[in-house]
């Protein structure tokens, strides 16, 4: 891959590895979104701070002629036409899944497992239904990050049928209306992070109108083309 002389120049010895993540590893990756998702593993015997190493691998992408767009956990760039998310991480041992990473809003750090948040979308049964609120979300220009919206999905099918993905969908949509402004969601691999506060308040309600106007809708073009 063209961006791993690029990692191993900024982490040497110490990267672990650099592997898919995001929807891309969860089968829930839909044309038009971020193409691939690489989750660049660091040795816990790194010494820097968090926000050193996010913002040293965004020079580095920089000096390389990546173009990089900084994020929050993550830095976007384009490989051969392609949108690339990359997410530097620090393990927390020697050996495990369990990582911390830079949360550059907000200037702090949180625990995350991106083995745990895989299984958790892929073992849903929902990536279908996952797949058509991705395609909503990017068609009418909505801010509702994946995981997040992964999280909501699932749960709002709780209970209902798989299978049955009209249906599902119009009921995912019902709850995004009627919760996303209230409703709570804890990320599974770190029951400190809650995932819901990765939204303003004004995010949330933009979120919650714009699925009030899609379950007036006629027909489905309506909602997803």
Not at 17 to 36: C, Y
Not at 97 to 109: A, I, M, N, P
Not at 201 to 213: F, G, H, V
Request: a positive charge; proline letters at 4%.
């Amino acid at each position: 891959m063209a961006l791993r002389p690029s990692l191993l120049r900024w982490a040497g010895q110490y990267l672990v590895s650099m592997e898919p993540s995001g929807s891309f590893a969860k089968g829930t990756a839909i044309r038009g979104g971020t193409d691939i998702d690489i989750f660049a593993s660091l040795s816990s015997q790194v010494s820097e701070s968090l926000s050193v190493i996010y913002n040293t691998l965004l020079n580095r992408l920089r000096d390389d002629g990546f173009g990089p767009r900084p994020q929050n956990v993550s830095i976007g760039i384009k490989i051969g036409g392609y949108s690339v998310d990359v997410v530097p991480a620090r393990r927390h041992g020697p050996t495990g899944e369990f990582h911390s990473l830079f949360r550059r809003k907000e200037q702090t750090w949180t625990q995350t497992n991106i083995i745990s948040h895989i299984n958790t979308v892929r073992n849903s049964g929902r990536a279908e239904e996952i797949m058509i609120m991705k395609a909503w979300r990017e068609q009418k220009r909505l801010t509702f990050p994946s995981f997040y919206l992964e999280l909501v999905t699932i749960e709002a099918c709780r209970g209902h049928k798989v299978g049955d993905l009209s249906q599902n969908v119009w009921t995912t949509l019902a709850y995004v209306r009627d919760n996303i402004k209230m409703g709570v969601f804890i990320d599974p691999a770190n029951t400190n992070n809650r995932i819901s506060d990765d939204l303003t308040a004004k995010e949330k309600q933009d979120l919650a109108d714009a699925a009030s106007i899609a379950r007036q809708a006629t027909n489905w073009n309506q909602i997803v083309e």
